[in-house]
């Protein structure tokens, strides 16, 4: 496994398995406006911007495919953590938190090392795993989603 920035080549393929993972496991609790909406916010071009406007976002390769990526906000914020079903249970989202989490990290002595996230209920087992821990109860927006908190021990 390769874990390394984002490149433009990535986009295509990283939005791809964005949709296949919400659609299969995120999507099925939403309104089907709510779920096109949540896919419009989250496609390619979406993306795009994001990377533009700061968010830094680091991909997994496994044989030369895309496994999975994760992408911060503000160097506090898990915005995405995505790994393709066919890859899970490997180590590969927990190799993704550490990378980013190390990036965030890195050169900035002031960060206290705390990080959100807004969890997909499907998800919450494996931030749960990582450290993290709920804040609030479940949310809804376009999906529904638990406000979690990563404090360093």
Do not use: C
């Not at 896919?39 to 993306?47: I, N, P, S, T």
């Not at 895309?66 to 190799?95: C, M, N, P, T, W």
């Amino acid at each position: 496994m390769l874990i390394r920035p984002i490149e433009d080549a990535d986009i295509p393929a990283a939005a791809a398995l964005l949709r296949r993972a919400a659609e299969e496991f995120i999507l099925h609790e939403s309104t089907p406006q709510d779920a096109a909406a949540f896919l419009v916010d989250q496609g390619e071009a979406a993306l795009r911007s994001r990377i533009a406007s700061g968010y830094v976002y680091h991909v997994a390769l496994v044989d030369g495919e895309l496994a999975g990526f994760v992408g911060v906000r503000e160097r506090s914020h898990v915005y995405s953590l995505y790994v393709d079903k066919r890859y899970q249970r490997r180590g590969i989202g927990r190799a993704l938190w550490e990378t980013a989490r190390a990036a965030a990290l890195d050169g900035a002595s002031d960060h206290p090392g705390v990080f959100t996230v807004n969890a997909s209920n499907y998800a919450v087992p494996s931030y749960l795993a990582l450290g993290f821990e709920r804040t609030a109860p479940m949310q809804v927006s376009t999906v529904r989603y638990n406000p979690m908190r990563f404090v360093p021990a």
